[in-house]
């Protein structure tokens, strides 16, 4: 049964520390997506790469996160440095882009979720 | 703007008794919508989309243009349904929208 897997599962470390993240996404996926979720905002999309390039990053905060994948089996989610506020759950999620029909039909990709990574910044 | 709106933080509701849980969205063009669902301690996984007009666990949601809503029914709740669930939008393939989520608690 594959699927995504993401460690650490938690993480508690004080503000100004690095904080590094990684997701190894189900074998085959070519997509990958990196969630942050809190009790006030929900779900919120960080990241996304697709064959490892990123497609869109614009839901991070460019001063302290990034986000790369150095190759296929990995993703990570760096915070430097890290502050209180960013405090959250955050998930990895993979999923395999797939090509239009021919009678133009958009099709869904499903988002496989990984456990999630528990973040607490003192 | 696109924006995924879930009125109800929490909705309790007795074993047996008709559940919906509210969504509205925000989108110019043809939205995809999905219904979310992560029960305690497991992974977000998908419960249903629109397009496929399925009924899973009992559930099931429809999409109303005219009232931008796709709210999530099910007509006799069951304690296993206890869950939090979040509804999303998925303006091109790949993105998703997520609303802020609505816990069920189903009391026995």
């Known amino acids: 049964d594959a699927r995504v897997t993401q460690t650490p599962r938690h993480k508690v470390t004080e503000m100004g520390q690095e904080v590094t993240m990684r997701c190894q996404p189900i074998?085959?996926?070519?997509?990958v997506f990196w969630y942050r979720q809190t009790m006030m905002q929900g779900l919120e999309l960080l990241a996304y790469?697709?064959?490892?390039?990123?497609?869109?990053d614009s839901g991070m905060p460019k001063d302290r996160f990034s986000a790369e994948m150095p190759d296929a089996t990995l993703a990570t989610l760096k915070i430097q440095p890290s502050e209180p506020r960013d405090s959250a759950v955050y998930f990895c999620?993979?999923?395999?882009?797939?090509?239009?029909?021919?009678?133009?039909?958009?099709?869904?990709?499903?988002?496989?979720f990984g456990p999630g990574t528990r973040l607490t910044v003192l | 703007a696109q924006r995924v709106t879930q009125p109800e933080k929490l909705l309790s509701v007795f074993k047996g008794a008709p559940v919906e849980l509210k969504c509205n969205y925000s989108?110019?063009?043809?939205?995809?919508l999905f219904w979310y669902v992560q029960y305690s301690r497991q992974r977000l996984q998908l419960l249903l989309r629109?397009?496929s007009r399925e009924s899973i666990k009992g559930f099931t949601a429809d999409l109303n243009k005219g009232e931008t809503s796709f709210h999530l029914k099910k007509p006799f709740a069951q304690e296993e349904d206890s869950a939090m669930y979040y509804c999303?939008?998925?303006?091109?393939?790949?993105?998703?929208?997520f609303g802020t989520g609505t816990r069920l608690q189903v009391f026995p």
């Open positions: 629109h397009i």
């Open positions: 999303a939008l998925s303006p091109y393939t790949d993105k998703l929208i």
């Open positions: 790469f697709r064959n490892r390039a990123p497609l869109d």
């Open positions: 989108y110019s063009g043809s939205p995809e």
């Open positions: 999620a993979s999923g395999l882009k797939r090509p239009r029909t021919s009678g133009g039909a958009r099709p869904y990709n499903e988002q496989f």
């Open positions: 074998l085959g996926h070519n997509t």
